[in-house]
């Protein structure tokens, strides 16, 4: 989907942009990886991509070495503040432009900063969760804390579980380059642990993945209902299951936010970006929906529910959003 008729700078030579990944496994980075190729490949901008496999050493590395080639810009994808911020500012000192994609800063100062609307996100999903076990419930949190993301969903979940009473009895859970396998085990001595669990937030699909297995592998899944975040289309296989306990997501089109990054910074490289941080919103989607709509697969939810291709965030007549 090439774009004719491009302002400056992307009407000559392709605009060189560097991806800096913590990482792209699993399902949301490599939806919004593809998002983030396809938007960039439409408007002439040649994308390097480093991914560092959630090694934060490397990633520190791999922006150093970004930095070192002189690209037109640089977009960092997740990251720890402690080890990427210096380096984050070593490039805006470099006098290039720098976007952020769910990276927390504590000095934003000449950063374009992104992410999706995590707070009403975990709203969303915490509120169906509340509606379905009551006040009070026994409840567990399937998470890890060091990613942005992760904690703005966490403080929702504690404002949410202090506001209704609910009684947290676990608190455990890890992201690494297989987070759905490796989060069985925790989950499972989690539920075995504490019996009577009724419901589980984990506010990222590889973890939502593995708690489901972890319950069913208990054969809980009458009695535990999970609640989690994001969408791809094994999510959908994983909700729309029979019997599956995951009865509610709060997400966005990740190949859609990958795009809206690029696009972020493509206006602001063409002098059309009037804010320095764009928020992608989401929507929930509850197991009951896709199944009464017969929706198996993202590009079915997309249909079903248009706002997700975000065709009217950080676009221009020269910047269509990529569907995806
Ligand atoms: C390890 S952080 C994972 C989260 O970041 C993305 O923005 C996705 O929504 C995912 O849940």
Excluded: C
């Amino acid at each position: 989907q090439k774009v004719e008729n491009l302002p400056s700078p992307f009407d000559g030579e392709p605009v060189k942009v560097a991806l800096v990944q913590q990482s792209g496994a699993g399902d949301f980075f490599t939806a919004w990886t593809a998002g983030a190729k396809a938007q960039a490949a439409a408007i002439n901008i040649d994308l390097t991509v480093y991914d560092a496999r959630n090694d934060n050493a490397k990633q520190a590395s791999d922006l150093e070495q970004a930095i070192a080639a002189k690209p037109d810009a640089i977009i960092v994808d997740h990251g720890q503040t402690d080890t990427i911020e210096s380096h984050v500012h070593d490039a805006v000192d470099a006098g290039i432009p720098v976007i952020v994609y769910d990276l927390a800063l504590k000095d934003s100062t000449g950063v374009i900063v992104t992410s999706q609307s995590d707070a009403s996100m975990a709203q969303g999903v915490l509120d169906q969760l509340v509606a379905d076990v009551g006040d009070g419930a026994k409840v567990g949190l399937a998470s890890t804390d060091g990613f942005a993301p992760l904690e703005r969903r966490k403080k929702v979940w504690d404002e949410v579980v202090a506001e209704h009473g609910l009684d947290q009895l676990f608190f455990t859970g890890k992201v690494t380059e297989s987070t759905a396998t490796d989060n069985i085990p925790l989950i499972d001595a989690a539920l075995k642990a504490n019996p009577g669990i009724q419901a589980i937030f984990a506010p990222y699909d590889e973890i939502t993945k593995g708690v489901v297995q972890a319950v069913q592998q208990n054969n809980l899944q009458d009695k535990v209902k999970v609640y989690g975040i994001d969408i791809s289309n094994a999510d959908i296989e994983v909700m729309t299951a029979d019997g599956s306990p995951w009865v509610a997501t709060s997400a966005t089109d990740p190949s859609a936010v990958g795009a809206g990054v690029v696009r972020a910074l493509a206006l602001s490289l063409a002098g059309q970006l009037d804010e320095t941080s764009v928020q992608f919103p989401a929507i929930t989607i509850t197991r009951d929906f896709l199944l009464e709509k017969g929706i198996t697969n993202v590009a079915q939810l997309r249909e079903a529910e248009p706002s997700l291709l975000l065709s009217d965030t950080v676009v221009a007549d020269w910047l269509p959003a990529i569907s995806g």
